[in-house]
């Protein structure tokens, strides 16, 4: 079984300070960890995935993921946060070699701050 | 890079009305595509799989006669909400995988279904 944990509903941070959003996850198998972006009413787009490569995963708008295994984590990070970065991320987990059935987390809402 | 296109991005129709959400892979196919609801403030919840030239394959708990999915093409998926309801309002988001191995899905733009 997979699953998938967000410990934060909530992060604020001011605009030029780094962003954590944390992950954990439960897999039995090798699992494919994916962050994906939500702006309000909008759909997801993908920042970022791990499918057993590089563990520290480059996304788009200077976002990145480390791959912990020992620690069943995928946290994501960002050196400075920008007033766009504003919206919902949400951690997502499947079985490496089957991408259909995607376990969602329940998501954190990141606020920027001037 | 892969875009969904989902159309119409916002729907008001009163009680007992069908409504018709279409889902269109652009630059890619894809033989599978996959339909969500979500509610408000909550994370995406898998309704069912559409399968090009076959039946979907609906989740647990979702009414494949409320739900008719029909996916002709390689690049198309439409999902009908017969004789929607207010308890029907949400917002329903499209996914389309590439057929090439081990991609991601990639999501539409999302519909905002308000039934009054």
């Known amino acids: 079984a997979q699953s998938v944990t967000q410990l934060d509903s909530h992060v604020s941070v001011s605009e030029g300070t780094p962003v954590l959003l944390r992950c954990n996850y439960s897999s039995s198998y090798s699992p494919s960890l994916f962050w994906y972006v939500q702006h309000p009413n909008k759909g997801l787009q993908l920042l970022l995935k791990y499918t057993s490569a590089a563990t520290l995963v480059k996304g788009i708008n200077g976002f990145e993921a480390e791959f912990k295994k020992s620690e069943t984590s995928f946290h994501l990070t960002k050196p400075s946060a920008h007033m766009s970065d504003a919206a919902e991320y949400f951690c997502v987990v499947s079985l490496s070699y089957n991408t259909d059935k995607l376990i969602f987390g329940t998501g954190t809402r990141l606020q920027v701050f001037p | 890079g892969a875009v969904v296109s989902q159309h119409p991005s916002r729907v008001i129709c009163k009680s007992g009305t069908s409504v018709k959400i279409e889902c269109r892979s652009l630059?890619?196919?894809?033989?599978?595509m996959f339909w969500y609801r979500q509610f408000p403030k909550q994370s995406l919840m898998l309704m069912a799989t559409?399968?090009?030239?076959?039946?979907?394959?609906?989740e647990q708990g979702v009414e494949k006669d409320k739900f008719l999915i029909n996916h002709a093409s390689l690049t198309l998926s439409t999902l009908t909400v017969t004789s929607a309801h207010p308890e029907d309002s949400s917002f329903y988001i499209c996914s389309a995988r590439d057929n090439q191995e081990n991609q991601p899905q990639h999501f539409g733009d999302g519909t905002r279904l308000s039934i009054l």
């Open positions: 630059d890619f196919q894809a033989t599978t």
């Open positions: 559409s399968n090009e030239g076959s039946k979907a394959t609906y």
